[in-house]
């Protein structure tokens, strides 16, 4: 059962007597929980409706296009509580964040629902049979899993939970059914690594086609790590060796299956100082959310925009800020745009993660406090430019609470932001189109 919040003026609900604060209790006699069975149950063309008002049950018998909304809102996204992790896991980022932040930042989300509606990755520890008999009988595809190691011993060591071994079983239900699936390993130095990644990707690879792909990212740490797991961070011989282990394993995959099913993510190549493959290695790009292929996607862009784009002919004085990491990339792709429009003058400034530790050089997690500290006094031009990912809340605000006004009024400056997109960046940089 859940509370109608309001009903869509002129609706097909509203025509039939339904309002808000009325209770739906069932489609069609099917149970109604959250989302999912909403959405799934109305997209029969007929609905026979179960509700209550004020207590009393009524029912409402409608027609619809198959598709059709019928003007129902609820109070929030789910229809539900999200539903929080259920482990302790040594790796998790979010216990390694300092206090004194938004409240929604410490928040672990493990919702197989939001697996299916917006990608997350979830551990499935939180799951029953009746939540697996679901997701099999809508056929809920694809569903993103955090394997971390197909170990059954060893992930219940990694994420501090009993039933983290148990509920590994779930994918092979999942396999059977043919429901696709996303996966991914957060790489520990002396953890699951080394042998213990082979075992992982064998047992992952035997459930081809339905695991689709897997990512190999490493364990992101900071430096709020008192009291904590110990683990260290892979040097940058270290993080060849990963990158050459899953390389040959997806070789292999490959020759055997036509498709490389295992991709490390782009931190590996980039602090091992390798070059990143180029774009026809990763495929669809099934994992570029993970930070997998990236790089790849957005170089490949930018040059598609470069061969038949144009710049804006005004000189143009602008700086762009980046993290630690992409910091190479982005001053080669400026490099660029310098060397063809010799009427735009760029700087590319390096923000190293002061608010994280040093170790985090992703540009997603750096704040508006390092950039005010890194930035004063430099030569910013007419307009700063910095990557989207540094936002979150609806874009405005950096992870440590400044927003992006404040950062501007503080560098008096404006600022642009520029999407992990080739032709948005050059679009941007250049001020022209990209044809």
């Not at 009291?227 to 997806?250: K, M, N, T």
């Not at 144009?310 to 490099?335: K, N, Q, V, W």
């Not at 031009?381 to 950062?407: K, N, Q, V, W």
């Not at 997109?421 to 044809?435: A, H, L, P, Q, S």
Request: with cysteine; proline share 2%.
């Amino acid at each position: 059962m859940v509370l109608i919040g309001s009903v869509g003026r002129g609706s097909v609900a509203a025509r039939h007597g339904i309002e808000s604060g009325d209770v739906l209790i069932s489609l069609n006699g099917n149970e109604i929980r959250d989302v999912l069975d909403y959405r799934f149950y109305l997209c029969q063309t007929v609905l026979d409706m179960r509700l209550s008002r004020a207590g009393k049950e009524y029912s409402v018998r409608l027609k619809k296009g198959e598709y059709d909304d019928i003007g129902l809102e609820f109070e929030t996204y789910l229809m539900d509580k999200k539903h929080s992790c259920a482990n302790n896991c040594v790796f998790c980022f979010i216990d390694q964040m300092p206090a004194g932040l938004r409240n929604t930042l410490y928040f672990k989300d493990d919702d197989s629902r939001l697996s299916f509606l917006q990608g997350n990755y979830i551990t499935m520890t939180n799951l029953g049979d009746r939540d697996i008999d679901r997701m099999i009988s809508m056929h809920l595809s694809p569903i993103n899993i955090s394997v971390h190691t197909t170990n059954p011993e060893l992930r219940v060591q990694m994420l501090r939970n009993k039933n983290a071994g148990k509920s590994l079983d779930y994918m092979r239900r999942l396999y059977e059914a043919g429901i696709k699936m996303n996966c991914q390993i957060v790489l520990c130095r002396g953890i699951n690594d080394g042998e213990e990644l082979t075992r992982t990707m064998h047992d992952l690879a035997s459930m081809y086609p339905q695991v689709d792909s897997v990512s190999v990212v490493p364990c992101g740490m900071t430096k709020f790590r008192d009291g904590l797991y110990h683990i260290d961070p892979f040097s940058a011989d270290e993080s060849a060796a990963v990158v050459r282990q899953v390389e040959d394993f997806a070789a292999k995959c490959r020759d055997y299956y036509g498709e490389s099913i295992f991709y490390c993510g782009d931190e590996f190549y980039l602090e091992a100082g390798l070059d990143i493959p180029q774009g026809e290695y990763y495929g669809e790009y099934s994992q570029i959310e993970n930070g997998v292929g990236m790089i790849a996607s957005m170089r490949d862009e930018f040059h598609a925009a470069m061969d038949g784009g144009t710049g804006d002919e005004r000189t143009r004085d602008i700086s762009i800020a980046t993290g630690a990491l992409a910091y190479d990339f982005i001053s080669g792709l400026t490099d660029e745009i310098k060397s063809r429009f010799g009427n735009i003058n760029i700087q590319v400034y390096k923000i190293e993660n002061d608010f994280f530790g040093r170790t985090v050089t992703v540009s997603g997690l750096v704040t508006g406090v390092d950039l005010a500290a890194q930035l004063s006094g430099k030569h910013l031009g007419d307009t700063l430019y910095i990557p989207a990912s540094m936002l979150r809340h609806g874009g405005d605000l950096f992870l440590c609470g400044m927003s992006i006004d404040e950062l501007a009024d503080e560098l008096g400056v404006s600022i642009v932001t520029v999407e992990n997109d080739g032709y948005d960046f050059y679009e941007k940089i250049t001020g022209g189109n990209n044809g």
